[in-house]
């Protein structure tokens, strides 16, 4: 059975047979915003797309940032800034992203996850202690909505690929409430190292950032140390 996580809480990365839990997929589940729209004889419901970006940053015992997980989609706006450029597989190929979804599910939820990483510590470079998995809304041209319109958005990591799921470990629901208002960030958790084995901690925080380098620098500030 599946472990329901709440915000804050902490599990071992272990299956009920006690085996470790070295290869899995991290997964977020999200809908696009649905209102309907009343005109004098009829009323349309209105479908407006959702694009969440999920990423991850792996860092070690002192905090410091080791490599990263974001969307290339945003190259052209790095390169001018001359900062690192997006990419979908860590130096290592311990975590592989199955790439950007712009619309989140159209007609309720489907059941699948819209944004996949996939994760095999088994070949993680060694010095990397903890990684962080957050989503930053990207509002497309008039677009201008935050997490509390969002109709759902859940993550979850199970045992299998970016198109199958053989079983799932945990569960998180990230329940839209008032905390997320004005909000288009979340860091959703991290896995982390304590003696020698992996852990996850739900971290389940809402922020303000308006891009995710903004969200990279509050994760390496307030939490990889």
Not at 161 to 182: G, L, M, R
Not at 205 to 215: A, H, K, R, S, V
Request: proline share 2%; charged share 30%.
């Amino acid at each position: 059975m599946a472990i329901n996580l709440t915000k804050g809480q902490k599990i071992d990365l272990r299956k009920e047979t006690g085996e470790k839990l070295t290869n899995f997929c991290v997964g977020v589940n999200w809908g696009a915003i649905e209102t309907i729209k009343k005109g004098f004889f009829s009323s349309k419901k209105v479908i407006e797309d959702v694009d969440l970006d999920l990423s991850c940053i792996m860092t070690d015992t002192n905090g410091n940032l080791v490599d990263y997980i974001y969307s290339p989609e945003y190259n052209g706006y790095l390169q001018k800034n001359n900062l690192p450029l997006g990419k979908l597989t860590s130096q290592d190929g311990a975590l592989r992203h199955s790439g950007d979804d712009r619309k989140g599910d159209q007609d309720g939820d489907d059941g699948l996850d819209n944004e996949i990483i996939t994760v095999d510590l088994s070949r993680l470079d060694e010095s990397v202690d903890k990684i962080f998995f957050f989503i930053n809304i990207y509002l497309n041209q008039g677009q201008n909505f935050d997490f509390s319109h969002v109709p759902y958005a859940k993550i979850r990591m199970y045992e299998g690929t970016p198109s199958k799921v053989n079983k799932v470990f945990s569960e998180f629901d990230i329940t839209t409430d008032a905390s997320y208002a004005n909000k288009r960030a979340l860091i959703l958790g991290k896995l982390y190292k304590r003696n020698g084995d992996w852990k996850f901690d739900a971290i389940g925080d809402p922020t303000e950032d308006q891009i995710f380098l903004q969200t990279i620098t509050r994760i390496l500030n307030n939490h990889a140390k």
